[in-house]
């Protein structure tokens, strides 16, 4: 999943930067703030912060972790900062630094961290909310420790740093929603897959199973006569049940189909969809026999047209299959009068039309299928394969 993807990659960020910049910063600054604070406030405040981070990266460093333990974590952190701040005014021994630029505070090193984290789990405006507490009481611990007391002076520090994690979390909460789209478009994609596979799997085993009856049981049937059957019967009805039960299927890339065959065959396709369809599948005279993958490849995107069709033209709309098979190969028309839809608006991963229609065929050799619809106008879809 997406969304989980950047949730765990801004925690495990936020962690260890909430880890390595103090060590990287604090030094100096202890020893530029050497008795502008109790003694007890270093050490606490250690203890809260980076102890909060190590949570954080203990919830986000296994693959298996949930979004909510690392939210948890992300406001346990945001809580520690806040708390450390407000600690502060209690340690601050009224004694004010001068000469190191910002004030050295080393919790404003790390304070906004927990912000991007927040950012990524709960709505943007709790993460810029906290942005504005945090800061708030950064830019008066600064203002104490440089001034002396209350005031403004310090809060212009902050204003740079608040507008750029302003920009920076709108950016953030962009980003997670088109990863939210993502995951939603991924879902609707295999549950639409596996809808379609399934289809295909019940017309293909009621196409295998009609073939079996009509072919094959009918003619055991005929070929017993009154009396006890020979070996040559058993053998036959065998084989027969075996078929029936999926034993020893033959693969029908290599074999040919009759042009009356595989009228009937593309018609039984469609036929599982109900009798609303207008289907009028016929072959020419000069038709002949046909290879017996291009047969089903055919039948598997007829099904794929037919089914969306049912599915998303409407309740109120008709659908019309009409199809000629003869010897320069094979048309397949499948027009209904529904709503219809725009085709450049259709998604690249989208199985129905994409994967199920359109690569279906092009994967073919010699096949091609094309989509004609408009909104409100309805939908045409034609299936061809021409003989090389």
């Known amino acids: ?75 346990l952190l945001a809580f520690a900062n806040i708390v450390v701040l407000v600690l502060w005014f209690a340690a601050w021994t009224h004694v004010s630094v001068e000469g190191f630029g910002s004030p050295p505070i080393w919790v404003a090193n790390t304070v906004v961290l927990p912000a991007v984290a927040l950012a990524t789990l709960v709505p943007i405006r709790w993460a810029a909310g906290y942005l504005v507490v945090a800061l708030a009481l950064l830019s008066e611990a600064q203002q104490h420790a440089a001034f002396g007391g209350f005031g403004y002076d310090a809060a212009l520090n902050q204003l740079l740093t608040a507008s750029l ?22 879902a609707a994609v295999l549950v639409e ?55 020893g299927v033959e693969r029908r890339d290599c074999a040919t189909v009759s042009a009356a065959d595989a009228v009937v065959q593309l018609r039984e ?35 794929e047209a037919v089914g969306n069709s049912v599915t998303h033209a409407g309740a109120a709309a008709s659908t019309a299959v009409v199809g000629m098979v003869c010897e320069a190969g094979i048309r397949i028309r499948v027009v209904d009068d529904g709503c219809g839809f725009d085709p450049d608006r259709i998604a690249p ?33 034609s299936l061809e394969w021409t003989r090389s």
Request: include cysteine; charged fraction near 20%; aromatic fraction near 4%.
């Open 193 to 247: 897959r596996v809808e379609s596979a399934a289809r295909t799997a019940r017309v293909a085993e009621r196409r295998r199973l009609d073939v079996v009856l009509r072919d094959k049981v009918i003619a055991v049937l005929r070929d017993i006569s009154v009396g006890q059957p020979d070996e040559r019967h058993r053998r036959q009805a065998r084989a027969v049940l075996d078929e029936l039960d999926g034993v």
């Open 269 to 303: 396709s469609v036929i599982a969809f109900g009798d609303g369809l207008l289907v009028a599948i016929d072959s020419s005279d000069d038709a002949v026999d046909l290879p017996g993958h291009v047969v089903d490849t055919i039948g598997d995107a007829l099904v």
């Open 165 to 186: 994690m302003g920009v920076f979390l709108a950016m953030l909460g962009t980003c997670v929603g088109i990863a939210h789209s993502v995951d939603e478009t991924r």
């Open 1 to 75: 999943m997406n969304v989980y993807r950047l949730r765990r990659a801004a925690a495990l960020t936020v962690s260890v930067s909430t880890l390595l910049v103090p060590l990287m910063s604090v030094v100096p600054a202890l020893i530029a703030g050497r008795g502008m604070t109790e003694r007890w406030w270093t050490p606490v405040s250690f203890v809260l912060v980076l102890g909060a981070a190590v949570v954080m990266l203990v919830a986000a460093s296994f693959e298996s972790g949930k979004s909510r333990a690392m939210l948890r974590a992300a406001v």
């Open 349 to 381: 991963d989208r199985s129905g039309i994409v994967v199920g229609i359109r690569q279906r065929m092009a994967a073919l050799p010699g096949g091609s299928a094309s989509v004609d619809a408009a909104p409100l106008d309805g939908t045409m879809v």
